[in-house]
């Protein structure tokens, strides 16, 4: 970060720390120089924090008195909690967290006198605009008939930050954040096609399929700024750019030592898959990792404007493919 954005005196608390994204908050908040705290379950990992000076708190994260306290004398809060599982039959667990757990953590912060609450939202919130210009913050969201629950779990999401900011005075900033990708990702999901082809194990790439992509370290990076610059009740696209799935699995691979996918897989047999996983699912009453619905929001993408972030934030994102090479060397590692 720039010099006029050192997070020394910044008292921090991050939610959801356990994961990537909030993992790399924490990481870059404390390397800024930030006083941070987290607050963690007994049973969450700590992998992507372990080695840094934080203090950590233990307890449920939605419970009022237990937030109350992890609150107390912080000056910003990062919201990093999500269940990312669109491929859920039942999307209650999905709304659970996404909403309802929230909604928990909102109605203690607008007690706090906080600077900040910088929520960590998703692209998949934005509109698309298939062949089309660029999308950005301000463009009507146009595919909510198709979303599904997780998509629909993270707007209700967004929208009940954006509410508490504009009626109850959470001075609360959105950061709509891409798929990132970046070392040391402990529980891979949108990395698993990286680790996949560093690994030899991506013997295709899915044709026709792209989407909006970031480095691990510059989302957590316009997180920071959020805090600092972020308008209250502003949502900001924090993504680099567009890449083919192709392109993705492509650069793995070739930073993994592998050999590059050159087989091309139709979107349709992404679909049957996904269908045959959903029968699959139904009659073994479970969830399996693929579904229809996890096809379709892999394919339904579009170029996405970071203009605003860069103009307000002073946010300029370095190119994804050296966070994916370096994702790709990590994994190679870790297996080795």
């Keep these: 970060m720039a010099d006029d954005d050192d997070m020394s005196g910044q008292r921090a608390l991050v939610l959801g720390a356990s994961g990537n994204v909030g993992a790399c908050v924490t990481r870059h908040l404390v390397d800024a120089g930030a006083d941070v705290r987290v607050l963690l379950r007994k049973s969450s990992s700590t992998k992507g924090i372990d080695g840094y000076d934080v203090d950590r708190r233990y307890g449920d994260p939605f419970d009022a008195a237990t937030v109350a306290a992890a609150m107390a004398d912080r000056d910003v809060v990062y919201y990093c909690i999500v269940d990312t599982r669109a491929e859920l039959r ?163 691979a070739t930073a993994g030592g592998a050999r590059p996918p050159r087989f091309g897989m139709p979107m349709a047999v992404m679909y049957a898959v996904g269908w045959l996983s959903d029968a699959a699912s139904a009659v073994l009453r479970r969830n399996l990792p693929l579904s229809r619905q996890g096809a379709f929001l892999l394919e339904h993408a579009s170029p996405a404007s970071h203009a605003k972030a860069t103009r307000e934030l002073g946010w300029h994102p370095r190119p994804t493919e050296e966070s994916i090479r370096r994702a790709a060397e990590n994994y190679v590692s870790r297996a080795g």
């Design 90 to 252: 039942d999307p209650g667990p999905l709304f659970a967290t996404n909403v309802e757990g929230l909604r928990k953590v909102l109605d203690v912060a607008v007690d706090m006198p906080l600077q900040r609450f910088v929520f960590l939202s998703t692209i998949g919130t934005i509109a698309v605009n298939r062949g089309g210009d660029s999308v950005d913050e301000d463009t009507p969201f146009n595919w909510a008939d198709r979303s599904g629950g997780y998509i629909e779990s993270r707007r209700a999401a967004e929208a009940l930050v954006l509410r508490y900011a504009a009626e109850r005075g959470l001075p609360a900033v959105v950061a709509n954040v891409s798929n990132p990708y970046g070392p040391p990702d402990w529980q891979p999901r949108q990395g698993v096609f990286v680790q996949m082809a560093a690994l030899g194990k991506m013997p295709f790439y899915i044709r026709g399929v792209g989407f909006e992509v970031v480095g691990i370290d510059d989302a957590a990076d316009a997180m920071l700024r959020a805090s600092r610059r972020g308008r209250v009740g502003e949502r900001y696209i924090v993504s680099d750019r567009f890449m083919t799935h192709q392109e993705l699995v492509t650069t793995a």
